[in-house]
C-alpha cells in the first residue's frame, strides 16, 4: 500500500460515494477504501508490491487518483487490472478476480466490512 | 507455506521416481509422458485467446516430442526410427526456446513488469555471460570429442542444438527471474521461478556432460542424472503450481 502513493495508509482518503466538490454541502460518506479493498484481492495472487503497481497503473489508465477514489470507479479500474492480469491468469480467473472486488464493494456498500 | 511444501513434495516424488527409473525404460517414457500430459492439461485450463494457453501449448509439444525421443532412443519405434532422432531433438529444442520466449513475453505485455536500473541490468547481463561462457564451454568440448572419435559434425549437431537451444532458454529465464521477482508473494511467481530453476538445471546438466572427462564420467553422469530429475521434477512442481493458480476460489 505504501508503494502506492508516498503517503501513509492515515492520510490517504477514503473510498467515498461522491468525489469532492461534486455536489457542494452534500455529505461524502465513506464506505470503505476502494485502493485497499482491490489490493485485497489482487494482493494474493500478485504479491504485495505488484498488486500496487497494478492498482496504480490502472489508475494512470483511467485517468484516476489513486487517492481520492469513489466507488463508481470501480469498473473503469476493473476492466484495465482485468486486462493486465489476463496475460498471466487468463480471462477466466481475471474475471473471477473483477467479480471479487465487486462483490468486496458491494459488501462494503452495505456497511460491512469485505 | 502449506503451498511450497506441496511444490517440494512433488519435487522430492519426482527426482525420487526419476532415479529409480534410470534402468528402466518404460518407467522413464511414462514420467516423460506424463509430464507432457500435464502441460497439456495447463494449457487447455485456459481459454482461446489467453496467451499463456499457447506457451504451456508449446511446451507440452516440446514434452511429447522428448517422450518420442526417448522411445526412439530405446529402440520402442524400430530400428529405423534411430533417424529421426536429430530432427525431433532440433524441433524439441525450437519448442522449447519459443516456449519461454512466450512466458517472457507474456509477463512483459502485462504492463506490470519492474523498470530496469542498472544493477538489474548488470546482473541480468553477468548471469547470461555466464550462460554464454557454459555454451562455449559446451562447443568446444563437442568439437573436441569429434575430432578425438572422429565422430561426424551431424553426430554432435543434436548435442550442440540441445545445449544451445538450452542455454537460450536459460536466457530466457533469467529476464523471467527479473520480471517476475517483484510479484514474490503472490501466486503468479511461483509457476515461472519453478520454470527458471528448471531451465538453469538443464544448463547445469549440458555443463557437467559436456565438462565430463572419460575417468570420472559414470561419477558425472550420476551427477547429471540427479539434476535432470530436479529440473524435471520443478517443471512438473510448475504446472502443479500453475494449475493451482488457475483454481477458482469463489
Same mark, same amino acid.
Given at each position: 500500500?505504501?508503494?502506492?502513493?508516498?503517503?501513509?495508509?492515515?492520510?490517504? #482518503?477514503?473510498?467515498?460515494?461522491?468525489?469532492?466538490?461534486?455536489?457542494?454541502?452534500?455529505?461524502?460518506?465513506?464506505?470503505?477504501?476502494? #485502493?485497499?479493498?482491490?489490493?485485497?484481492?489482487?494482493?494474493?495472487?500478485?504479491?504485495?508490491?505488484?498488486?500496487?503497481?497494478?492498482?496504480?497503473?490502472?489508475?494512470?489508465?483511467?485517468?484516476?487518483?489513486?487517492?481520492?477514489?469513489?466507488?463508481?470507479?470501480?469498473?473503469?479500474?476493473?476492466?484495465?487490472?482485468?486486462?493486465?492480469?489476463?496475460?498471466?491468469?487468463?480471462?477466466?480467473?481475471?474475471?473471477?478476480?473483477?467479480?471479487?472486488?465487486?462483490?468486496?464493494?458491494?459488501?462494503?456498500?452495505?456497511?460491512?466490512?469485505? | 507455506?502449506?503451498?511450497?511444501?506441496?511444490?517440494?513434495?512433488?519435487?522430492?516424488?519426482?527426482?525420487?521416481?526419476?532415479?529409480?527409473?534410470?534402468?528402466?525404460?518404460?518407467?522413464?517414457?511414462?514420467?516423460?509422458?506424463?509430464?507432457?500430459?500435464?502441460?497439456?492439461?495447463?494449457?487447455?485450463?485456459?481459454?482461446?485467446?489467453?496467451?499463456?494457453?499457447?506457451?504451456?501449448?508449446? @511446451?507440452?509439444?516440446?514434452?511429447?516430442?522428448?517422450?518420442?525421443?526417448?522411445?526412439?532412443?530405446?529402440?520402442?519405434?524400430?530400428?529405423?526410427?534411430?533417424?529421426?532422432?536429430?530432427?525431433?531433438? &532440433?524441433?524439441?529444442?525450437?519448442?522449447?526456446?519459443?516456449?519461454?520466449?512466450?512466458?517472457?513475453?507474456?509477463?512483459?505485455?502485462?504492463?506490470?513488469?519492474?523498470?530496469?536500473?542498472?544493477?538489474?541490468?548488470?546482473?541480468?547481463?553477468?548471469?547470461?555471460?555466464?550462460?554464454?561462457?557454459?555454451?562455449?564451454?559446451?562447443?568446444?568440448?563437442?568439437?573436441?570429442?569429434?575430432?578425438?572419435?572422429?565422430?561426424?559434425?551431424?553426430?554432435?549437431?543434436?548435442?550442440?542444438?540441445?545445449?544451445?537451444?538450452?542455454?537460450?532458454?536459460?536466457?530466457?529465464?533469467?529476464?523471467?527471474?527479473?520480471?517476475?521477482?517483484?510479484? @514474490?508473494?503472490?501466486?503468479?511467481?511461483?509457476?515461472?521461478?519453478? &520454470?527458471?530453476?528448471?531451465?538453469?538445471?538443464?544448463?547445469?546438466?549440458?555443463?557437467?556432460?559436456?565438462?565430463?572427462?572419460?575417468?570420472?564420467?559414470?561419477?558425472?553422469?550420476?551427477?547429471?542424472?540427479?539434476?535432470?530429475?530436479?529440473?524435471?521434477?520443478?517443471?512438473?512442481?510448475?504446472?502443479?503450481?500453475?494449475?493451482?493458480?488457475?483454481?477458482?476460489?469463489?
Amino acid at each position: 500500500m505504501q508503494l502506492l502513493t508516498s503517503k501513509s495508509a492515515a492520510t490517504r #482518503s477514503p473510498c467515498v460515494h461522491e468525489r469532492d466538490g461534486a455536489s457542494a454541502g452534500a455529505s461524502i460518506e465513506p464506505v470503505a477504501d476502494l #485502493s485497499e479493498t482491490i489490493l485485497a484481492v489482487l494482493r494474493p495472487e500478485l504479491g504485495p508490491h505488484t498488486s500496487a503497481q497494478a492498482l496504480r497503473v490502472a489508475c494512470k489508465k483511467a485517468k484516476l487518483d489513486p487517492d481520492r477514489l469513489i466507488a463508481s470507479d470501480l469498473p473503469a479500474l476493473a476492466e484495465h487490472i482485468s486486462r493486465m492480469c489476463r496475460t498471466l491468469l487468463g480471462k477466466r480467473r481475471s474475471d473471477a478476480l473483477v467479480e471479487q472486488m465487486r462483490e468486496a464493494v458491494r459488501h462494503d456498500d452495505r456497511g460491512g466490512r469485505p | 507455506m502449506r503451498a511450497w511444501f506441496a511444490i517440494a513434495g512433488v519435487v522430492a516424488l519426482w527426482v525420487a521416481g526419476r532415479l529409480v527409473a534410470l534402468e528402466s525404460d518404460a518407467l522413464r517414457l511414462s514420467m516423460d509422458a506424463v509430464l507432457a500430459v500435464l502441460c497439456l492439461v495447463a494449457s487447455l485450463r485456459f481459454e482461446r485467446g489467453d496467451p499463456p494457453r499457447w506457451a504451456w501449448g508449446l @511446451a507440452a509439444g516440446a514434452q511429447i516430442l522428448s517422450t518420442a525421443l526417448h522411445a526412439t532412443q530405446a529402440g520402442w519405434l524400430g530400428a529405423g526410427a534411430e533417424a529421426w532422432s536429430g530432427p525431433i531433438t &532440433l524441433v524439441l529444442n525450437a519448442f522449447w526456446v519459443g516456449a519461454i520466449a512466450m512466458f517472457v513475453r507474456n509477463v512483459w505485455s502485462s504492463g506490470l513488469a519492474p523498470p530496469w536500473s542498472r544493477g538489474h541490468v548488470a546482473g541480468v547481463a553477468l548471469a547470461i555471460a555466464a550462460a554464454l561462457a557454459g555454451l562455449g564451454l559446451v562447443v568446444s568440448e563437442e568439437f573436441a570429442t569429434m575430432r578425438e572419435q572422429g565422430l561426424t559434425l551431424s553426430d554432435e549437431m543434436a548435442n550442440l542444438a540441445s545445449a544451445t537451444a538450452d542455454t537460450l532458454v536459460f536466457i530466457g529465464a533469467v529476464l523471467l527471474i527479473r520480471m517476475v521477482a517483484p510479484m @514474490a508473494g503472490g501466486r503468479v511467481a511461483r509457476p515461472y521461478l519453478l &520454470l527458471c530453476f528448471s531451465a538453469a538445471a538443464y544448463l547445469v546438466v549440458d555443463v557437467i556432460v559436456a565438462a565430463a572427462d572419460t575417468r570420472v564420467y559414470a561419477a558425472l553422469d550420476v551427477g547429471s542424472q540427479v539434476w535432470v530429475a530436479l529440473a524435471d521434477g520443478a517443471l512438473a512442481a510448475a504446472v502443479v503450481a500453475q494449475l493451482d493458480l488457475l483454481r477458482n476460489r469463489d
